[in-house]
């Protein structure tokens, strides 16, 4: 928006010395916006200059001239989390606001210290101002635990729910944090896997969830079929949802059951390619990805927990035993690497490895 108002009206070669000098007297209206033309400076004022002002800034050297002019408004800048906070925290606790919190779309999941328990509405509140996309601005209330990983959620700020809807490359999933697992933090791992598949591949994905490396394989690719079991039946019906939503059905193929089970029963030795996205228990499932590849071998995509205790080179060492274990052999692993931190000296790693 344009608005008239008076100005301090001085030559260009005066510009820079009377833009300090008028904001050191106070003088300058900062909603609106400095204007220049080829000859002048238009420096928008608060208030009518005095006198002594006058005389201040003449014995600057600058040659001004009090008028009147049109002024765009100045953009106000977004204040940060912290700088909403400044007046509603104790300054000590300021520096234990959270830096970092998950968005799924249009929920903020946050972790709030101890210490900042009770200020944690003001904290949800804040989030909302800063981000004016969200709804809804949940707590965690319990670490990701149970056979189906779900975590407990507090509502801090805006509408109270779990579900909504998440875009993630060029794909749509219906997701309820409540009922099944989800991580946008591994929103590059689902996107680097799925560029790794060929077209005319079998994948069985083993622990799908509400489908983010299942969905984006089908969608990327023209001829592939995926297997995407999942053990929890809340998963599988928002993998279901998520197939329709994202029109890959014929490709996408939910299973509910047991991983090993299910590979045992039916898709023994049908496997180019298999997922383990489960870092907590996938060393147990290392002989079924076994038995689910195809005779000639194929690749798995590995994930497990390292720490300074146990690190990469040891995870390599378990996964390699285990793949003997079943009769298989590690032709190499041609990528290994930490993919996020999940808790104080604690990372979720990858290990891309070629089996025969």
Known sequence: MQKEAPCLKVPKINGEKAITTAHKLGLVNKELEVQRDNNCIYIPLAKSPSQDEI????????NLEITKYTFPERKTRLK???????DKLPPHLLACVPRAMDIVGDIAIIEIPPELEAYKTEIGNAVLQVHKNLRTVLAKAGAV???YRTRKYMTIAGEPKTRTIHKEHGCQYHIDL???????????EHKRVASMV?????????????????????????????????????????????????????????VLGDAKQIIKQKLRGQADRVIMNLPEKAIEFVGAACKALKPEGGTIHFYGFVTVEEPLERLEQRFREEVEKSGRSVVKIFSSRTVRETAPYEWQAVLDAEIR
């Open 178 to 188: 409540s009922k099944a697992y989800f991580s946008p933090r591994l929103s590059h």
């Open 55 to 62: 005389q201040v800034l003449q014995k600057q050297d600058i």
């Open 80 to 86: 940060t989390l912290t700088e909403l906070l400044e």
């Open 198 to 254: 060929r077209e005319g591949e079998t994948v069985i994905d083993m622990f799908a969830g509400v489908g983010p490396f299942s969905i984006l394989i089908a969608k990327t690719h023209e001829h592939v079929k995926v297997y995407a079991i999942d053990i929890n039946p809340e998963a599988i019906v928002l993998l279901e949802k998520n197939i329709r939503l994202n029109r890959v059905e014929g490709k996408v193929h939910p």
């Open 145 to 147: 635990k149970g056979e």
